[in-house]
């Protein structure tokens, strides 16, 4: 749109350069200004976009973090509880990395959304159940804590998936940008300089615009969301785990 606006504006201006003293000075007053207003939207969008880009990256690390912290301290707990969180937190894990390659809304994503919240109901009655048996038992209270603060930290990332700059921002960038581009460049074409100039600058606006564009969709497109911090923590939740389970009297094997 905008690069076609610009040839728009050259096309026109060329038709028009007879009149050039009468049109010249209006168009360069409203192009002036239609260019500042555009350049702030521009900063307005891109700004909203990378602060949403900056928060979902952290939301990961975040994550990833708590359900590390999660699976070290369901080492502690007894069995039968303790292989049946550690292997539904693997489970868990990989559906947080699976959620990340859905686009937010889609069938995929939804059913992955799913599929995560049956296993957090299971995880939260296997804490359940830790604390019923050992009721003064440090471990089991550190775990359900810790696990608390992994489903907290998984529905403030898929939230932020889905937090996308508002359509209306983007949609008036996209058509601002046009409109001031036409106008500059059906200006310098009746005045006859700078053509290749405004084609210059209609090609660094339309790579912005893709650039917000592309911040703002964190699962598709050339600037993505890094799960990497998500996908190593599943590898070493695969190891073997570093502590053994204890015994009934809550000592160490």
Not at 201 to 217: H, M
Not at 225 to 236: G, H, M, Q, R, Y
């Amino acid at each position: 749109m905008v690069l076609g606006a610009t040839a728009l504006g050259v096309f026109l201006g060329h038709r028009v350069r007879h009149l050039s003293e009468d049109l010249k000075d209006p168009f360069g007053v409203l192009q002036a200004a239609l260019l500042g207003v555009v350049g702030l939207l521009l900063a307005f969008g891109l700004s909203l976009a990378v602060s949403r880009y900056e928060d979902r990256r952290e939301n990961v690390v975040t994550e990833a973090t708590a359900i590390g912290t999660t699976h070290l301290r369901a080492q502690t707990l007894a069995e039968p509880v303790r292989s049946r969180s550690l292997d539904l937190l693997a489970d868990y894990a990989e559906n947080a990395i699976r959620i990340s390659d859905e686009v937010p809304g889609s069938t995929a994503a939804d059913a992955a959304r799913a599929r995560e919240e049956l296993i957090e109901r299971e995880l939260w009655s296997l804490a359940g159940q830790a604390l019923d048996r050992a009721p003064l038992a440090s471990a089991p209270r550190l775990y359900v804590e810790s696990l608390n603060e992994t489903f907290d930290a998984e529905t403030a990332r898929v939230a932020a998936l889905g937090n996308r700059v508002p359509t209306a921002v983007l949609v008036l960038e996209v058509i601002g940008a046009a409109l001031a581009l036409g106008l500059l460049a059906a200006y310098l074409a009746i005045v006859g300089r700078g053509v290749l100039a405004v084609s210059l600058a209609s090609v660094l606006v339309a790579f912005l615009l893709l650039v917000t564009a592309d911040l703002d969709r964190p699962t598709r497109g050339m600037i993505q969301v890094p799960d990497t911090v998500l996908k190593d923590e599943l590898a070493s939740m695969k190891q073997r785990p570093a502590a053994t389970a204890p015994d009934r009297a809550g000592n160490v094997d």
